[in-house]
């Protein structure tokens, strides 16, 4: 398949399943046509093992988009198919190098192109070519020319056929907008991006040259503050800094314990000034034990016959690993306190995840005289494998559903104002808590059920506003499921006789019709 017509194809298929719509199946198709258009264009490249993995990447992401339609799984798509389309035009290449070479093709490649085409010369070899070369046909001739006659000869028709008048009069075109044009040139911008990026030269060059493994090397000498350093006293510099360094982090250890098994907290600290505090440090202390590491080891010293920097650094890692099961505790314990999930404190976890993984690769790195590259490469890899596999869950419906429960148990009321921040996937476990809520204390006189049911209407008003436009191309298993589950909990606690607003009770019956008629499958 030609150039042109795969990004016109890719292109009208981006146009057609997204164009105001949510995220659903519209996204798994869009994946299937991009993904077989990639294979026919690369049918051999693309069956490297790293390749199949982006590949796989964004299938598995574009198919949880179709369950759940969160963000982070559109995100992941988006991550996996840019990573694919630009590892196709590569040698060689890390998860890192990726990330800059996508940034640097989706800013530039078009403005590229536009500038080859308008200012590259022809070399006098080309000129001298011209002769022999066959004409090419001039595509602007033939497309005008051919618009002016078929409007000509439709103008004809028209007037002979009374049939074929009436026939034209009914066609539609009323989709045909700045806003939709637009969308399908964005299309068109970001197709012919994905199909033939453009790359660094620079940096793919360099990486070729990378190694995976250290090769012996001896220790060169250079200036820091005009004094000539030289092995021995890198070597002095070494183990001082790693023994105050072990010592201090073994002491900020054993006081961070010490709270952990009294629970006492530091004088006029809360739970989360103390967690962020902790964070804060642990994410400064993580980048300059690996740059340390990472400078002293870059040479010579990985072939040293003397272990103690290395075993130093070992005693390093493994206090840094402390500090990060500390300060996982402490982000247990606040969420426990607050009974509430949030993306910043779910994202704590990942952090420190990453964090393990980076420090446990970067022991496998002095252990077995592996390269910087070594470990650039595994920890980016680390990266997008769990970017990969995070979007196997539906989070916000994660959020609400633990917020809700945990606050039941604890009989406390849940934030709801947090949970309506969130997308359409926690909406039907907090629709379904308010409606509960509602039933449950209805007959009580003193009770006033006006903050419920004004939530409701917020959580309802909000949905059916951004769905109603939105066809079967938006369908996924969260939103179908979210509808009739919502639709039930209403009809539960009759919410609609307690709301004197005409708009409100529009859009529960509105909620209705949507579970009746945009559940294909009656989830």
Same mark, same amino acid.
């Given at each position: 398949?030609?150039?042109?017509? @795969?990004? /016109? $194809?890719?292109?009208?298929? !981006?146009? &057609? *399943?997204?164009?105001?719509?949510?995220?659903? =199946?519209?996204?798994?198709?869009?994946?299937?046509?991009?993904?077989?258009?990639?294979?026919?264009?690369?049918?051999?490249?693309?069956?490297?093992?790293?390749?199949?993995?982006?590949?796989?990447?964004?299938?598995?992401?574009?198919?949880?988009?179709?369950?759940?339609?969160?963000?982070?799984?559109?995100?992941?798509?988006?991550?996996?198919?840019?990573?694919?389309?630009?590892?196709?035009?590569?040698?060689?290449?890390?998860? @890192?190098? /990726? $990330?800059?070479?996508?940034? !640097?093709? &989706? *800013?530039?490649?078009?403005?590229?192109?536009? =500038?080859?085409?308008?200012?590259?010369?022809?070399?006098?070899?080309?000129?001298?070519?011209?002769?022999?070369?066959?004409?090419?046909?001039?595509?602007?001739?033939?497309?005008?020319?051919?618009?002016?006659?078929?409007?000509?000869?439709?103008?004809?028709?028209?007037?002979?056929?009374?049939?074929?008048?009436?026939?034209?009069?009914?066609?539609?075109?009323?989709?045909?907008?700045?806003?939709?044009?637009?969308?399908?040139?964005?299309?068109?911008?970001?197709?012919?991006?994905?199909?033939?990026?453009?790359?660094?030269?620079?940096?793919?060059?360099?990486?070729?040259?990378?190694?995976?493994?250290?090769?012996?090397?001896?220790?060169?000498?250079?200036?820091?503050?005009?004094?000539?350093?030289?092995?021995?006293?890198?070597?002095?510099?070494?183990?001082?800094?790693?023994?105050?360094?072990?010592?201090?982090?073994?002491?900020?250890?054993?006081?961070?314990?010490?709270?952990?098994?009294?629970?006492?907290?530091?004088?006029?600290?809360?739970?989360?000034?103390?967690?962020?505090?902790?964070?804060?440090?642990?994410?400064?202390?993580?980048?300059?034990?690996?740059?340390?590491?990472?400078?002293?080891?870059?040479?010579?010293?990985?072939?040293?016959?003397?272990?103690?920097?290395?075993?130093?650094?070992?005693?390093?890692?493994?206090?840094?690993?402390?500090?990060?099961?500390?300060?996982?505790?402490?982000?247990?314990?606040?969420?426990?306190?607050?009974?509430?999930?949030?993306?910043?404190?779910?994202?704590?976890?990942?952090?420190?995840?990453?964090?393990?993984?980076?420090?446990?690769?970067?022991?496998?790195?002095?252990?077995?005289?592996?390269?910087?590259?070594?470990?650039?490469?595994?920890?980016?890899?680390?990266?997008?494998?769990?970017?990969?596999?995070?979007?196997?869950?539906?989070?916000?419906?994660?959020?609400?559903?633990?917020?809700?429960?945990?606050?039941?148990?604890?009989?406390?009321?849940?934030?709801?104002?947090?949970?309506?921040?969130?997308?359409?996937?926690?909406?039907?476990?907090?629709?379904?808590?308010?409606?509960?809520?509602?039933?449950?204390?209805?007959?009580?006189?003193?009770?006033?059920?006006?903050?419920?049911?004004?939530?409701?209407?917020?959580?309802?008003?909000?949905?059916?506003?951004?769905?109603?436009?939105?066809?079967?191309?938006?369908?996924?298993?969260?939103?179908?499921?979210?509808?009739?589950?919502?639709?039930?909990?209403?009809?539960?606690?009759?919410?609609?006789?307690?709301?004197?607003?005409?708009?409100?009770?529009?859009?529960?019956?509105?909620?209705?019709?949507?579970?009746?008629?945009?559940?294909?499958?009656?989830?």
């Amino acid at each position: 398949m030609k150039k042109q017509s @795969a990004v /016109l $194809l890719a292109s009208l298929a !981006y146009t &057609y *399943l997204l164009y105001q719509q949510g995220a659903g =199946v519209n996204v798994l198709l869009l994946n299937l046509i991009l993904l077989t258009i990639l294979y026919f264009q690369n049918k051999v490249i693309i069956k490297e093992p790293i390749n199949l993995l982006f590949a796989f990447g964004a299938l598995f992401s574009s198919i949880f988009v179709a369950i759940h339609g969160h963000f982070l799984s559109v995100f992941a798509n988006i991550i996996s198919l840019g990573f694919l389309s630009v590892n196709l035009t590569l040698k060689r290449s890390s998860m @890192a190098s /990726l $990330l800059i070479h996508g940034i !640097y093709a &989706y *800013l530039t490649t078009n403005i590229n192109r536009l =500038v080859q085409k308008g200012f590259t010369k022809k070399t006098s070899e080309e000129s001298e070519n011209e002769t022999t070369e066959k004409p090419k046909a001039n595509k602007w001739i033939i497309g005008i020319s051919s618009v002016i006659v078929f409007t000509i000869f439709i103008s004809l028709y028209r007037y002979s056929s009374a049939n074929f008048n009436q026939f034209v009069l009914n066609l539609n075109f009323d989709f045909i907008s700045f806003p939709f044009l637009f969308f399908f040139l964005t299309g068109i911008y970001l197709m012919s991006i994905l199909l033939k990026p453009m790359i660094l030269k620079p940096l793919e060059e360099n990486e070729i040259n990378q190694k995976l493994h250290l090769s012996f090397s001896t220790f060169k000498e250079y200036k820091i503050l005009g004094s000539t350093l030289q092995e021995i006293t890198e070597n002095g510099l070494a183990k001082v800094l790693f023994i105050g360094l072990n010592l201090m982090l073994f002491l900020v250890n054993i006081l961070d314990t010490e709270f952990l098994i009294t629970g006492k907290l530091p004088e006029g600290v809360n739970y989360s000034e103390y967690l962020h505090q902790g964070i804060s440090s642990l994410i400064l202390s993580i980048i300059c034990a690996i740059a340390i590491i990472l400078w002293f080891f870059r040479g010579s010293q990985n072939f040293s016959s003397s272990n103690q920097i290395k075993n130093l650094s070992y005693v390093w890692i493994a206090l840094n690993c402390w500090m990060i099961l500390s300060a996982a505790y402490r982000n247990h314990l606040y969420i426990m306190d607050h009974s509430l999930f949030t993306y910043k404190r779910i994202g704590v976890y990942v952090f420190l995840i990453c964090s393990l993984i980076g420090l446990a690769l970067t022991y496998y790195k002095l252990a077995n005289k592996r390269s910087n590259y070594f470990l650039l490469k595994n920890n980016s890899f680390a990266w997008y494998l769990i970017l990969i596999l995070s979007v196997a869950i539906n989070w916000d419906r994660f959020i609400a559903s633990n917020h809700i429960e945990a606050c039941k148990e604890r009989n406390e009321y849940p934030d709801i104002n947090y949970l309506s921040k969130l997308s359409y996937q926690a909406y039907p476990k907090t629709i379904d808590f308010l409606s509960e809520s509602i039933q449950k204390n209805i007959s009580n006189i003193e009770y006033d059920p006006n903050y419920e049911v004004e939530n409701l209407e917020y959580l309802i008003d909000g949905m059916v506003s951004k769905e109603m436009n939105y066809t079967w191309k938006s369908y996924n298993y969260a939103r179908c499921k979210g509808y009739s589950d919502i639709n039930n909990s209403l009809k539960t606690a009759k919410i609609i006789h307690l709301t004197n607003c005409l708009e409100a009770q529009h859009n529960i019956r509105t909620i209705a019709i949507f579970s009746e008629h945009r559940n294909p499958f009656n989830f």
